[in-house]
């Protein structure tokens, strides 16, 4: 059961949603529709934003970068840490982009859950 929890979570997690938005129609009837549309349109977008910042934050996006908001005494700056060559940081920024299973999800149960949206609002 684990496994097969493993492998097909969003499959099992828009099942859910799905039986979700059918007990909600069959207890508040038609005039809880366009509610439900949105709610599901809003939930969906919010998981499209997780699944973009999930693919954003694992592209390596603020490799290279320093922050020094405080000045440094002479002997901090000479015992600091080295900067990265340019070289460096550029094979690193130039990886494949790599979409992660969290980021699968999101965008999975995200895009079911907009199109479900759009659908309970436009009956």
């Excluded at 439900?36 to 694992?58: K, M, P, T, Y």
Aim: proline share 2%.
């Amino acid at each position: 059961m684990k496994a097969l929890y493993k492998t097909h979570l969003s499959l099992i997690w828009i099942i859910i949603v799905a039986l979700f938005n059918a007990i909600w129609l069959l207890i508040s009837g038609s005039s809880g529709l366009m509610f439900l549309g949105n709610i599901d349109f809003l939930i969906g977008l919010a998981l499209l934003v997780i699944a973009s910042i999930f693919i954003v934050g694992s592209g390596h996006l603020f490799t290279g970068w320093r922050f020094s908001f405080r000045k440094k005494s002479d002997l901090e700056s000479e015992n600091g840490p080295k900067y990265p060559k340019a070289k460096e940081v550029a094979s690193i920024k130039n990886q494949p982009i790599k979409v992660n299973r969290y980021a699968r999800f999101c965008l999975s149960v995200g895009i079911f859950m907009i199109g479900l949206g759009i659908v309970l609002t436009s009956i």
